[in-house]
């Protein structure tokens, strides 16, 4: 009965922001890391961001460093990722995931026990 689900994706200009957000339901949401992935066309599944159960540290591929901030709201129950200066590159589908406890190889998709439904980015030129 575990969900993730992501929203506040949609089509940006270059430059622009949008906020993401993801809602679970069905676990106990504070003691969970939780993360941010991106898949492209064509391409890999690759890992964007991620935060631990606390909130207290925050990992960032070098691609997003500077651009995009993960933050969570345990009251809340949800997980956010604020994307400044978006870059076509940055089009994607963006995943969240959930993993018990904490990530230890936050890169790593087997690392997290469940996954959100995608939500899609589009940056335009």
């Known amino acids: 009965q575990v969900q993730l689900v992501e929203s506040g994706g949609g089509l940006v200009q270059a430059g622009g922001s949008l906020r993401l957000s993801c809602a679970a339901s069905?676990?106990?949401?504070?003691?969970?890391?939780m993360g941010w992935f991106r898949q492209a066309p064509g391409k890999e599944r690759e890992f964007v961001t991620a935060?631990?159960?606390?909130?207290?540290?925050?990992y960032y591929a070098d691609s997003v460093k500077g651009r995009f901030t993960i933050s969570r709201d345990n009251a809340k129950n949800t997980v956010y990722l604020q994307t400044d200066n978006l870059k076509s590159e940055d089009t994607a589908v963006y995943y969240c995931?959930?993993?018990?406890?904490?990530?230890?190889?936050?890169?790593?998709?087997?690392?997290?026990?469940?996954w959100g439904q995608g939500t899609q980015v589009t940056v335009s030129s």
């Open positions: 069905g676990l106990t949401f504070s003691t969970y890391a």
């Open positions: 935060i631990s159960w606390s909130g207290s540290a925050t």
């Open positions: 995931a959930a993993g018990y406890g904490s990530v230890r190889r936050f890169t790593a998709p087997y690392e997290y026990d469940y």
